[in-house]
């Protein structure tokens, strides 16, 4: 089992930045690949980024290309999402998720490809 608990969440104007972090505890983290989603009221979860195992392979959501960045420190058990640039629209509330990955990466896209999940830390960017 892998706990993973969200936090940095809150309000900011747009333009502003915020910094999400997932703290993981359980099995051995550098393991499992890990996913930061957003889900809207009324929209679809949907994926921002994900990062390999090792952190040398990350993949990101066209809608946060340039604006987000996923990082992660293995020897602490956190997985990070610096978010600048904000945008109304990028209002949701955001999950951290994880699964157990081995072999060559491609990356998981889907909500269905991973295993555990945070509860969510929401994010509300004014206009």
């Known amino acids: 089992q892998v706990q993973l608990v969200e936090s940095g969440g809150g309000l900011v104007q747009a333009g502003g930045s915020l910094r999400l972090s997932c703290a993981a505890s359980g099995r051995t983290f550098s393991s499992y690949a890990t996913g930061w989603f957003r889900q809207a009221p009324g929209k679809e979860r949907e994926l921002v980024a994900t990062?390999?195992?090792?952190?040398?392979?990350?993949y990101y959501g066209d809608s946060v290309k340039g604006r987000f960045a996923i990082t992660r420190d293995n020897a602490k058990n956190t997985v990070s999402l610096q978010m600048n640039s904000l945008r109304p629209e990028d209002t949701a509330n955001y999950y951290c998720a994880a699964r157990y990955y081995s072999g060559k990466w491609v990356p998981p896209l889907s909500r269905w490809d991973y295993t555990y999940w945070g509860q969510g830390t929401q994010v509300t960017v004014s206009s």
């Open positions: 990062i390999s195992w090792s952190g040398s392979s990350t």
